[in-house]
């Protein structure tokens, strides 16, 4: 079984910072992608940010500049740095991770969610 736990969210005003973490445990033998996603109310889920085992990152354009993933692949851990935060940040935050297992197959895992609101 594979665990993926976030935390770091809260409530904060328009143009503070939060830093979210989530942690794998488990039955893991390595993880490629790591990722961030979310959903805001009345939204369709939507890319935040993704970092690859080696550490390429890609963002969605309306994070772009203000957020930054990170990872620490001894701790089994990604982080997202969010600075600037706006209203419309508002959303559930999802953690992702494309782990091999111990029977050397590929799974895709999801964290439980985290709220973020901002506040205006």
């Known amino acids: 079984q594979v665990q993926l736990m976030e935390s770091g969210g809260g409530l904060v005003q328009a143009g503070g910072s939060l830093r979210l973490s989530c942690a794998a445990s488990g039955s893991i033998v390595s993880i490629n992608d790591m990722g961030w996603y979310r959903r805001a109310a009345g939204k369709q889920r939507e890319l935040v940010a993704l970092?690859?085992?080696?550490?390429?990152?890609n963002y969605g354009d309306s994070v772009k500049g203000r957020f930054t993933i990170s990872r620490d692949n001894a701790k089994k851990t990604v982080y997202l740095q969010m600075n600037s935060l706006k209203p419309e940040d508002t959303a559930v935050y999802y953690c992702n991770a494309d782990v091999i297992t111990r029977v050397l197959r590929s799974f895709t895992y999801w964290g439980q969610g985290t709220q973020v609101t901002v506040s205006s």
């Open positions: 970092i690859t085992s080696g550490g390429s990152t």
